[in-house]
């Protein structure tokens, strides 16, 4: 099964951006999900990981009181609310059932200062 993310682009520092995690003949609500990134040079690390029902999400600290994950179960969907966003955030973010699996193609946020 392969997660795609989606809603990336270029915004300034402070602003905010909502991504989207979609999966074509996967319900995402039985899955826990993670949220990645990987900026320029550096490896891919996981920002986020809610679990199936949602009751439970991790945030790397980095994250943490900037970015919310909630779930759409009628349009199973995946949300990464990213609010006050930092020139460090720029990277290639992914979504992926967690543990990850097949990487799908990600979508690119960039901050400018």
């Known amino acids: 099964v392969q997660l795609q993310a989606s809603g990336g682009g270029l915004v300034q520092a402070g602003g905010s951006l909502r991504l989207s995690c979609i999966a074509s003949?996967?319900?995402?609500?039985?899955?826990?999900i993670g949220w990645f990134r990987q900026a320029p040079g550096k490896a891919r690390e996981e920002i986020s990981c809610?679990?199936?029902?949602?009751?439970?999400?991790y945030y790397v600290d980095s994250a943490k009181g900037r970015f919310t994950v909630s779930r759409d179960n009628a349009n199973n969907t995946v949300y990464l609310q990213m609010n006050n966003l930092k020139p460090e955030d720029t990277a290639v973010y992914y979504c992926?059932?967690?543990?990850?699996?097949?990487w799908g193609q990600g979508t690119q946020v960039t901050v400018s200062a």
């Open positions: 003949g996967f319900r995402l609500e039985y899955s826990a």
């Open positions: 809610t679990s199936s029902s949602g009751g439970m999400t």
């Open positions: 992926n059932q967690a543990p990850p699996e097949i």
